[in-house]
């Protein structure tokens, strides 16, 4: 069975940091493209930032370039989203996914974790 838990989300202040993760189960994580994506109250998911699978080679959202960092450990099949000067606009559900779609099999998400940047 697979699963994705994401963690680490919670209430933080603008210009703060907070460090997301994404444990995966039942899939050979080294094999796949990771990437994270956010949800804000009525918007459409979109994507913050990805990570290829061997070589690591990273992408970001405009929104977000310079300030969040995403990376992997292959050997703890976690991947991870380090968001700083964090702004209220910031403010989302923010998933992780194993994109499948990559190697011919299905895209995987996680559950969500919420981050809600107020003063």
């Known amino acids: 069975q697979v699963q994705l838990v994401e963690s680490g ?7 703060g940091s907070l460090r997301l ?12 493209y990771m990437s994270w994506y956010r949800q804000a ?6 994507s913050v930032a990805y990570i290829t699978s061997v070589s690591g080679i990273t992408n970001y959202a405009d929104s977000v370039k310079g300030r969040f960092t995403i990376s ?3 050997a703890k099949s976690t991947v991870y989203l380090q968001m700083n000067s964090l702004k209220s606009e910031d403010t989302a559900v923010y998933y992780c996914k194993a994109e499948g ?13 919420q981050v809600t940047v107020t003063s």
């Open 9 to 15: 989300g919670g209430l933080v202040q603008p210009g």
């Open 21 to 32: 993760s994404c444990a995966a189960r039942g899939i050979t994580f080294s094999m796949y």
């Open 41 to 46: 109250p009525g918007k459409e998911r979109e």
């Open 72 to 74: 992997r450990d292959n």
């Open 101 to 113: 779609s990559r190697l011919g099999v299905r895209d995987y998400w996680g559950q969500g974790t």
